[in-house]
């Protein structure tokens, strides 16, 4: 499989947020884009899809980001996607499992080098 055809779900309330990300990685070659609206439907699309990464958002109605990542583990590969930059909610995201964290507003080419770097 090529990192093109990686399955990335994107996890965001924001619609708007989702499908500026969705571009930036459909422009790039990527295939196997899908998306959640919050961390309940995403936990329902990684069992039923298995995603290879996910980009999540931390602030969300219903399961915040740090709440998904502490009910998947280590076994999934994160990136986090947030507003939120504090030291704090990096270090608890990462000591739970996300293996990257994107800080909005953020540029795409930093986007599409996280992705590239942990699909690699």
Known sequence: MSNKDAHILLVDD????????KNILE???YKNVDEAGNGKEALEKIKAKKPDLML???IMPEMGGIDVIKKLGKEHKIIVVSAV??????EEAKEH????????PFDNNQVVEEVKKILA
Do not use: H, P, T
């Open 14 to 21: 924001s619609a708007f947020m989702r499908n500026v990300l």
């Open 97 to 104: 499992g996300a293996v990257g964290y994107i800080i909005k």
């Open 56 to 58: 999540l958002d931390v």
């Open 85 to 90: 930059g504090q030291d704090k909610v990096v």
């Open 27 to 29: 422009k790039e070659g």
